[in-house]
């Protein structure tokens, strides 16, 4: 959610949600991933979450008149801790299919 393509007013938050590929491990994280589509749309950080859903306040809905397009995919990260002591990132699972939606 929402729906491929959809198109959303600005004056409501984005709520993005994917279903649960199983229990996370407590290594495990979803990565969500947004890419932004055009001139208007804001630069967002990748979120780390353990939920299956993510809220995109209105804060960062383009400005009136303007429209902000995305794309946006999720994978499941694992995270172990080498010999060394680095951390070493390892997908769990493959990402999901690249969804758009436009901010009005």
Do not use: C, M
Not at 80 to 85: F, I, K, P, Q, S
């Amino acid at each position: 959610n929402p729906p491929d393509g959809a198109s959303l007013s600005r004056s409501e938050p984005v709520l993005l949600q994917w279903v649960s590929v199983d229990l996370l491990q407590p290594n495990e994280w979803y990565v969500l991933q947004l890419f932004p589509r055009t001139l208007d749309s804001n630069q967002i950080p990748t979120a780390w979450t353990k939920q299956t859903s993510f809220r995109l306040e209105t804060g960062l809905a383009p400005v009136e008149g303007t429209v902000a397009e995305y794309s946006w995919q999720i994978s499941v990260v694992r995270v172990n801790r080498a010999e060394t002591g680095e951390l070493v990132l390892e997908a769990a699972s493959p990402a999901s299919e690249v969804r758009t939606f436009s901010w009005r």
